[in-house]
């Protein structure tokens, strides 16, 4: 891997072939869930074969990035940023209703889902920020202008009525770590995920009713200073105005399923039936898988098509169903060999900006990995992101593809970077 080729070292195949496996069980999955016949056809017209020219069109378009110049993509990363920010804004108004949200720009039976490609864009506008010489990610001036990098894309996808995409992006704060952000951050957002699920079962009066109690038990029982306690009641104050927030956000910004599916993955509202009925097929399907699996094309729920987007956000039970504990398992340890490997990449670049591109590749994949097998065992809410490199979708996988080897042309590139200040 250390040989060079002109001047620039070589592809990193270890991370190339942990792509192509992923990509080859994805298909088998898609194939599987969406036709699921032992006599295999090239049929362009079904989702098994539509992916096959979406992997055709994700592999050209990463040997394409290795034919271009990186300092490209460093020079106008804040374009890419600007151009997928006003893509995310028009498609509110110009794009195409799906699922109950405003996401896809449709032109014939193509579609193009902004939000997808937004994530490079915000990975490189991150990377060129933070890897500025003046940055300093302990100030707070620096942290605000930061934080609006990610929030924006944030808001913009809430309006179109997709906020489990929204979600994503918060993933890119844990990028900003390893760049110096102060860990006090990380506590507050644990408290804040603790505040929400406490707010969501027990209600906003509820909660500030606790709060004051709790902040009349320590000032009347625990000493403190003058100062300390003055202190102490602007944090419960902004408590209170944090769980009212929650409130009103799930309240009034929320759509009434998206709601429902928190609720259900709580154990706060049973709906076997209804937003419940995904999740308890999904782990029907896994749990009948066993230990081995009934085989490939062999699973009664993926040939049943019992488990509802079991190509796209669910494509993972077919994979459990078929190949069991072993074959989820193999999978798993695809991904977390990729995520070690990236892990890897990132701390060999000697360009501050490689190194955080890459924790950002790092970041989103990891989120999609994570989120999505959850949610098809009921360990967080159904939120529809796709399962990188395994769900059926053109944006998805070209955008996963494009993300990862853009890391691996800045890669082939270190050896002419200058070490940067670690």
């Known amino acids: ?15 190339v072939l942990l792509y192509l496996l992923l990509v080859f069980c994805g298909f088998l999955a898609i194939y599987s869930s969406s036709h699921g016949s032992d006599n295999f056809s090239f049929d362009f017209s079904t989702k098994y074969g ?28 804040y374009t890419f940023f600007i151009a997928w920010m006003l893509l995310l804004f028009l498609v509110i108004f110009f794009g195409k209703e799906v699922n109950g949200a405003r996401s896809w720009f449709a032109i014939g039976s193509f579609r193009l889902q902004p939000a997808e490609f937004a994530k490079l864009g915000v990975a490189l506008a991150l990377s060129r920020y933070v890897s500025d010489i003046d940055t300093d990610m302990k100030s707070l001036r620096y942290q605000l202008i930061t934080a609006g990098i990610i929030l924006l894309p944030i808001a913009l996808i809430v309006l179109q009525g997709d906020a489990g995409s929204g979600l994503v992006f918060f993933s890119f704060i844990m990028v900003l770590y390893r760049e110096g952000l102060s860990g006090s951050i ?28 709790l902040g009349g038990i320590i000032t009347a029982f625990i000493y403190t200073n003058t100062r300390q306690l003055k202190i102490f009641w602007l944090v419960i104050l902004a408590c209170i105005g944090f769980t009212k927030a929650v409130d009103f956000g799930f309240s009034n910004v929320l759509q009434e399923h998206q709601q429902k599916r928190i609720l259900v993955m709580l154990g706060l509202l049973e709906d076997p039936q209804g937003l419940g009925y995904n999740v308890n097929q999904s782990k029907i399907a896994i749990g009948s898988g066993g230990f081995w699996g009934k085989g490939y094309l062999q699973g009664t729920q993926t040939k049943g098509d019992f488990v509802p987007e079991q190509h796209t956000d669910f494509i993972f039970t077919s994979i459990g169903e078929e190949f069991g504990w072993v074959g989820s398992t193999v999978v798993i340890i695809i991904f977390v060999l990729l995520f070690l490997r990236i892990s890897m990449l990132a701390e060999r670049q000697r360009s501050k900006y490689s190194r955080v591109y890459a924790y950002c590749v790092l970041s989103v994949l990891f ?18 992101i796709p399962l990188p ?17 853009l890391l691996l042309r800045l890669d082939t590139n270190r050896e002419n970077e200058l070490d940067s200040d670690y």
């Open 50 to 77: 539509k992916q096959i020219i979406w992997i055709a069109i994700s592999i050209t378009l990463g040997a394409v990035l290795f034919l271009m110049d990186v300092r490209f993509f460093e020079a106008f990363s």
């Open 367 to 384: 989120f999609h990995f994570l989120i999505n097998i959850a949610m098809t065992i009921n360990l967080a809410p159904v939120i529809g």
């Open 1 to 15: 891997m250390s040989e060079k080729i002109y001047g620039q070292s070589r592809v990193d195949g270890i991370t």
């Open 186 to 213: 990380l506590v507050i957002g644990i408290i804040a995920v603790i505040l929400s699920v406490l707010t969501f079962a027990f209600g906003f009066i509820a909660m500030i009713a606790a709060l004051i109690i």
């Open 389 to 405: 490199f395994f769900s059926y979708g053109g944006s998805s996988l070209i955008s996963f593809t494009v993300l990862l080897f």
